[in-house]
Nanobody, 124 residues
Framework: VQLQASGGGLVQAGGSLRLSCAAS????????MGWFRQAPGKEREFVAA???????????FYTDSVKGRFTISRDHAKNTVYLQMNILKPEDTAVYYC???????????????WGQGTQVTVSS
């Protein structure tokens, strides 16, 4: 499956962005999906994940620093996963990656497919 992340950009602190992760080649329904980010000089870190499709409800979980500000969701019809980011902070600045996994985890090495990343920059 090929993943294409988009929606990044430059935003002021307190603003919002919505990232999209569109898939081609295979439906995303079989995969749990995650968002990760990597800031300059830092390791890639988990941001959020959502359980695989086939249900009207989804399990989600987030890293503590984004709880209450970010929301992960998925649209089966569009074969797309989203990350709505509100109340952005300068420390959210990073390249954001979407990824697909057979398991709902926060561990990057368990994700089999990765998008190319989209830059998010939050100015103070």
């Amino acid at each position: 499956v090929q993943l294409q992340a988009s929606g990044g950009g430059l935003v002021q602190a307190g603003g919002s962005l919505r990232l999209s992760c569109a898939a081609s080649g295979r439906t995303l329904n079989s995969y749990a999906m995650g968002w990760f980010r990597q800031a300059p000089g830092k390791e890639r870190e988990f941001v959020a994940a959502i359980s695989r499709g086939g249900s009207s409800t989804f399990g989600t979980f987030y890293t503590d620093s984004v709880k209450g500000r970010f929301t992960i969701s998925r649209d089966h019809a569009k074969n797309t996963v989203y990350l709505q980011m509100n109340i952005l902070k300068p420390e959210d600045t990073a390249v954001y990656y979407c990824a697909a996994s057979w398991s709902l985890t926060r561990v990057a090495t368990t994700y089999d497919y990765w998008g190319q990343g989209t830059q998010v920059t939050v100015s103070s």
